[in-house]
Every structure is written in C-alpha cells, then in structure tokens.
C-alpha cells in the first residue's frame, strides 16, 4: 500500500511539475506575442509621425521656395535691406528652416541670419540628394556661412537656398 501511495505522489508530482512548466511557457509565449505587438504599435505610430514630419518640412520648403523665387523682381535686389527683410518674414513663419540665403557662383551671398557674407565660400561638397525640380539638399555646410563647425543642410535653387 505504501508503495502504491509513494507511486501515485510521484505521479501526481510529476503531472504537477508538467502542468507548471506547460503553464511558464504557454505564459513566455502569450507575454512574448504581446511584447511584439505593442512594439509594433509603436513602430507604426513612429513611422507615421515621421512621415506627417516629412510632409510637413515638404510644404514648407516648398511654399518658401516659391515665396522667394517670386520675391526676385528687379527692385528686389539680391541680399538689399528689402530682400533680407522678406526673407527674415519667410523665417519667421517657418518650424523646419533655420536661414534662408542667396547663392551665386555657387556660393553663399548672404542669409538671413548672417546678412551679407563678406568673403563668399564656394560651396565645394556634392549634394546628398538632388530632386527632380532641380533642388539640391547638402547635408554639413559647416563654415561657409560664418557659423564654425555647425551641420546645416541646405536645400538650394539656382538664387536661392534654406538650410534647415
């Protein structure tokens, strides 16, 4: 009898022991499925914010480039008191762009911010990015517009160029 009593403890032990390991890991699973969807969850709503940025920074730029390709007319003279008192409007009204310049022969006449860049860097490093209307986006312009070891980037037209 006891023998019988010892085997069943033991049976009974050993289903216990089973039924608590079947539990963890059906636990290790379910806990896993929902750490993986929560972080997708987020994953999804980091992407869409990043995509509602890029549309925002998009019609931005857009709307400044725009802006001051029509500002150029011929009493509008480029870097003149007038042009850098609308540009200083155009940054103001802005979130994404930090100056707003002029180039010619490649370089940096003048910005918003700077006024007029007494000694013109050419802009020598290659675009990161050039979009199908011509815009070029730069990427570290550091130094060419009187700010020492600071990473613009710049969106440029042929008269005109924003750094963001």
Same mark, same amino acid.
């Given at each position: 009898? #006891?023998?019988?009593? #010892?085997?069943?403890?033991?049976?009974? %032990?050993?289903?216990?022991?089973? +039924? *608590?390991?079947? %539990?963890?890991?059906? =636990?290790?699973?379910?806990?896993?499925?929902?750490?993986?969807?929560?972080?997708?969850?987020? &994953?999804?709503?980091?992407?869409?914010?990043?995509? +509602?940025? %890029?549309?925002?920074?998009? #019609? +931005?730029?857009?709307?400044?480039?725009?802006?001051?390709?029509?500002?150029?007319?011929?009493?509008?003279?480029?870097?003149? +008191?007038?042009?850098?008192?609308?540009?200083? %409007?155009?940054?103001? =009204?802005?979130?994404? *762009?930090?100056?707003? =310049?002029?180039?010619?022969?490649?370089?940096?006449?003048?910005?918003?911010?700077?006024?007029?860049?007494?000694?013109?860097?050419?802009? *020598?490093?290659?675009?990161?990015?050039? =979009?199908?209307?011509?815009?070029?986006?730069?990427?570290?312009?550091?130094?060419?517009?009187?700010?020492?070891?600071?990473?613009?980037?710049? *969106?440029?037209?042929? &008269?005109?160029?924003?750094?963001?």
């Amino acid at each position: 009898m #006891k023998t019988a009593h #010892k085997s069943q403890s033991i049976r009974l %032990g050993v289903l216990l022991l089973i +039924e *608590i390991l079947l %539990g963890a890991a059906l =636990g290790a699973l379910f806990g896993e499925d929902i750490i993986i969807r929560q972080a997708r969850t987020e &994953a999804h709503e980091f992407a869409s914010r990043l995509v +509602e940025r %890029g549309d925002s920074l998009n #019609k +931005e730029t857009t709307t400044v480039l725009e802006a001051v390709s029509q500002g150029t007319h011929p009493h509008f003279e480029p870097c003149s +008191e007038a042009d850098m008192a609308f540009m200083d %409007g155009l940054l103001l =009204g802005t979130s994404y *762009i930090k100056d707003i =310049g002029r180039v010619e022969h490649n370089a940096f006449l003048c910005t918003s911010l700077h006024n007029r860049i007494a000694n013109p860097q050419p802009i *020598i490093v290659d675009p990161t990015f050039v =979009g199908r209307d011509g815009h070029k986006i730069y990427r570290d312009l550091h130094g060419l517009v009187g700010i020492p070891a600071s990473a613009l980037s710049s *969106i440029r037209t042929p &008269a005109y160029s924003s750094t963001t």
